[in-house]
């Protein structure tokens, strides 16, 4: 996959100086944001429809740069819905500057895998809709190959009656290690965002394995706002 490096120059006319912007059709959430201290380069993903202009076959975009001011965008989707456990979109998720085990030889992303729609909290939750799965690149970003062991989690808690729950979110907490049910000696905390029904938006917590970003262990829920 190459690099778009030098849009048209109608699109460039037309094309945002600060704003980043996808090449073409519909785009929504910025989500693996994030930096590789390995080759000083900032890498940015955003849910995008390469196909056309509205929402569907959500698919991660991809870019690089060194100043997070001049980016360089993939021309292709580095993420498509095209396995069973996502094909009904590859939706928003974070990335670490790691590979699976922790060692800095790669780079991975976690996203929500969706294999069943409409999601709404308006809507009856139909646990398994959404899923966590994992992606890794050991070319700096250019190509990405999913897991054989996705989803890494199958579902949402299964004691817990959800409205959604996606979006998850990984970094350290230093709260963590304080937690009985952490795994040991881990700071690392997953945030899952959705809600309980009938009782509180809220995000979903999970400890994590730091040597194996495959093991999460839930926690609970991290707020009770109420309704």
């Not at 965008?73 to 009904?88: F, H, K, N």
């Not at 085990?101 to 409409?118: C, E, F, M, N, Q």
């Not at 690149?137 to 299964?158: F, K, V």
Request: with cysteine; proline share 10%; glycine share 8%.
């Amino acid at each position: 996959m190459e690099r778009q490096t030098s849009p048209s120059d109608d699109a460039q006319r037309w094309q945002p100086s600060y704003h980043f912007t996808a090449p073409h059709g519909w785009m929504n959430d910025p989500c693996g944001l994030g930096y590789d201290p390995a080759t000083g380069v900032y890498h940015l993903s955003f849910q995008w429809n390469p196909k056309g202009n509205d929402w569907g076959n959500i698919s991660w975009g991809h870019a690089v740069s060194n100043d997070l001011l001049h980016w360089e965008v993939y021309p292709e989707p580095c993420l498509q819905p095209t396995t069973e456990y996502d094909r009904c979109g590859v939706f928003t998720g974070c990335f670490r500057p790691n590979a699976v085990d922790g060692a800095p030889i790669a780079l991975t992303a976690i996203y929500t895998s969706v294999k069943r729609l409409p999601i709404h909290y308006t809507l009856p939750y139909v646990p398994g809709s959404e899923s966590v799965s994992l992606a890794t690149s050991h070319d700096q970003g250019l190509t990405w190959q999913r897991l054989d062991c996705n989803p890494i989690i199958a579902r949402s808690p299964p004691n817990v009656k959800v409205t959604g729950w996606r979006d998850p979110f990984v970094g350290a907490w230093q709260f963590m290690r304080e937690q009985p049910e952490a795994f040991p000696s881990s700071d690392l905390c997953g945030l899952i965002s959705g809600g309980i029904a009938g009782q509180t938006p809220t995000a979903f917590v999970y400890s994590i394995n730091p040597h194996d970003l495959r093991q999460w262990k839930y926690l609970g829920p991290l707020v009770d706002v109420g309704l």
